[in-house]
């Protein structure tokens, strides 16, 4: 089976599993997990930050980020198609009471001026606008890259608005390796920034919250009381340091591999894909109007797995348990299964 459903979907590698074998460990809940403290110390560095905190999952990471910068009642502003808005269970009104407002930016970017309309006046009777979260790479968008330009903007209009910034930067060694731009230029403008593990870099779970020493150490009291105290946790940080220093540089191969399928998909007239949006590791095209599902269900069968993105687009994202051999097995599938009448567009 190709498994393109995600790049959570991939294995630790033997070297992974050694590493993950060998790592000294301690209580993590007493600071005394060595392998963690060294992680926390590596990706605070890579993302420019004071200090960074080890969590279980990207979500939250990104729910301690809302939480440092809100109180109950106020709201934070998110671009529609934020993972943080569409795939954390309406975690920010249920964990920190926010109110959540999308703004529908064009191509899944909001503008500066977006943002500063946002913002109410500030009468005693409305929510206050605390918040601005954005995303990068953005998932629902299909992988896209924030343009640096655009990000500084929008951190110029919030902060002239009095607002803090969050960055779900689940998917930000994607954008340093598309742009050439370091993660820490990417997470400059933010206050605190959340990376993922177990996404394009393969470990198997965690990820990291990271900002100032003092936000930090407020995360961590949030990360106990939402259950993310962990005990001998060395073994999952070992699995993370292996994948930054391993797996990150091999990420250039996932993009290639996406090119690679785009353009196929293209060549074949029976799906629709924009080349433009294809800006890293995930692919998003189109099949017959309502027939997302039933496309799905057809190429699971020939040995390809992928998910709807919506009633007539589907998602496929490669990653390091995929090869360009692969990619091409999967194209002739695909390819035969969209020459059917009911899927072609």
């Known amino acids: 089976m190709i498994d393109l459903r995600s790049d959570t979907v991939t294995r630790p590698d033997e070297g992974m599993r050694r590493a993950m074998y060998e790592a000294e460990v301690g209580d993590d809940v007493f600071g005394e997990d060595p392998t963690v403290r060294e992680l926390e110390a590596e990706v ?9 905190l080890f969590v279980p ?19 934070i502003l998110v671009e529609r198609s934020s993972h943080i808005f569409n795939y954390e ?4 009104p249920a964990l920190s009471g926010v109110q959540i407002t999308p703004i529908d930016g064009v191509g899944a970017l909001m503008s500066p001026d977006q943002v500063d309309e946002a913002v109410r006046p500030g009468y005693y009777w409305e929510s206050r606008v605390r918040l601005l979260c954005l995303e990068n790479t953005i998932n629902k968008a299909g992988g896209i890259v924030v343009p640096i330009e655009r990000t500084a903007a929008l951190a110029a209009a919030a902060r002239a608005k009095g607002l803090a910034l969050h960055l779900d930067g689940a998917r930000i060694w994607n954008a340093s390796v598309a742009t050439g731009t370091t993660e820490s230029e990417l997470a400059a403008p933010f206050d605190t920034v959340s990376v993922c593990l177990s996404k394009g870099l393969g470990a198997p779970v965690g990820s990291l919250i990271c900002g100032t020493s003092d936000l930090i150490d407020r995360a961590h009291r949030r990360r106990k009381q939402l259950g ?4 001998q946790i060395g073994i999952l940080a070992a699995a993370g340091l292996y994948a930054i220093r391993n797996n990150k540089p091999r990420l250039q191969e996932d993009h290639a591999n996406a090119q690679l399928l785009a353009e196929g998909l293209q060549n074949m007239g029976t799906v629709s894909v924009n080349l433009e949006r294809v800006h890293t590791n995930i692919v998003m095209f189109d099949v017959a109007p309502g027939k997302a599902v039933e496309f799905l269900g057809a190429t699971r069968k020939e040995g390809v797995q992928m998910v709807p993105f919506g009633p007539s687009t589907v ?3 490669t990653h390091l348990d995929v ?14 299964v969209s020459s059917r009448k009911e899927f072609r567009i």
């Open 44 to 52: 605070a560095a890579l993302t420019g930050k004071e200090a960074s």
């Open 57 to 75: 999952s990207g979500t939250m990471g990104n729910q301690i980020g809302i939480y440092l910068h809100t109180s109950p009642g106020d709201e």
């Open 89 to 92: 269970s309406g975690a920010g």
């Open 228 to 231: 993310g105290g962990m005990r």
């Open 315 to 317: 998602r496929a994202t």
């Open 323 to 336: 090869d360009a051999n692969d990619i091409r097995s999967a194209l002739d599938i695909i390819a035969a």
